[in-house]
Nanobody, 116 residues
């Protein structure tokens, strides 16, 4: 299974970015797809996730600003990020699992840098 993330870049505070992640190599759909991020010197943290049933989770720091969406048929997951702040600067990783309790597959990450 391979996950390919794209859409990162440099943006001014208050701006927007849209991240996309395409999964390939699996004959199964994913129970859950998610976005994590890791800032320099910090642990990787869950930003948002969406299950195949439509259940959504957002970290409190992004709730109301970020929106996660999935295309089940294409095995893609997107993250629309609005009103970005300097604190959103991090490397963003998409992740997916095939079933509850299963291993996570990870993409290579895409850098998001927000200038203040």
């Amino acid at each position: 299974v391979q996950l390919q993330a794209s859409g990162g870049g440099l943006v001014q505070a208050g701006g927007s970015l849209r991240l996309s992640c395409a999964a390939s190599g699996s004959g199964f759909s994913f129970d859950l797809m998610a976005w994590y991020r890791q800032a320099p010197g910090k642990d990787r943290e869950l930003v948002a996730s969406m299950t195949s049933a439509g259940g959504v989770y957002y970290d409190s720091s992004v709730k109301g600003r970020f929106t996660i969406s999935r295309d089940m048929a294409k095995n893609t997951v997107n993250l629309q990020m609005n009103t970005l702040t300097f604190e959103d600067t991090a490397r963003y990783f998409c992740a997916a699992r095939i079933y509850l309790g299963g291993n996570y597959y990870w993409g290579q990450g895409t850098q998001v840098t927000v200038s203040s």
